[in-house]
């Protein structure tokens, strides 16, 4: 079994981090997402993704936003979409991390996620059959997702 490093060095003292390996989300929507709830606090973290989850709040797309459609709840982003799969897998990161930083006995209220990054994972092969007794090879890609969060200096 791979043993898998952090791609950011932090202080145990006052971080928590939580990853997931080999998630099969879309690519685009994790990086999306991830790039949007840098910087929020665990709390306000969990209650976005629940709320893209219901689809009440649109994730903004500003690197993959060709042919996506227009979100009047954006403010300075037009595109935007509810990746409601990667949202979920997300969720279920953030609530490890959640329950990390309770377990280091940092404070809930002040932790800041500040790195959240989506790298790839292995890929799932597969066949696409076709006519003729032709086939074209299917890949899937996998992804690796890491969220670490620190007590914000006040």
Same mark, same amino acid.
């Given at each position: 079994?791979? =043993? @898998?490093?952090y791609s950011? #060095? =932090?202080?145990?003292?006052? *971080? !928590?981090?939580? *990853? !997931?390996?080999? /998630?099969? %989300?879309?690519?685009?929507?994790?990086?999306?997402i991830c &790039?949007? /709830? $840098?910087?929020?606090? /665990?709390h306000k973290t969990i209650d976005y993704l629940e709320a893209v989850i219901e689809k009440k709040s649109s994730v903004p797309y500003r690197r993959h936003k060709r042919n996506v459609g227009h979100k009047s709840d954006l403010v300075g982003w !037009?595109?935007?979409? @509810?990746? %409601?799969k990667a949202a979920k897998e997300i969720l279920k990161i953030v609530k490890n991390l959640e329950n990390n930083?309770? &377990? &280091?006995? +940092?404070? +809930?209220?002040?932790c800041v996620i500040?790195?959240? %990054?989506? +790298? #790839?994972? *292995?890929?799932?092969? !597969?066949?696409? @059959?076709?006519?003729?007794?032709? *086939?074209?090879? $299917? =890949?899937?890609?996998n992804m690796h997702i890491e969220l670490v969060a620190e007590v914000a200096e006040v």
């Open positions: 079994m791979p =043993t @898998y490093k950011i #060095q =932090t202080d145990p003292d006052r *971080s !928590a981090k939580a *990853s !997931a390996r080999d /998630i099969d %989300v879309s690519p685009k929507a994790t990086r999306e &790039n949007t /709830i $840098k910087g929020m606090t /665990i !037009a595109a935007g979409r @509810y990746p %409601v930083a309770e &377990n &280091n006995q +940092l404070q +809930l209220d002040k500040v790195h959240a %990054v989506s +790298l #790839q994972g *292995s890929r799932q092969r !597969a066949i696409f @059959y076709r006519a003729h007794g032709r *086939s074209s090879p $299917k =890949t899937r890609q």
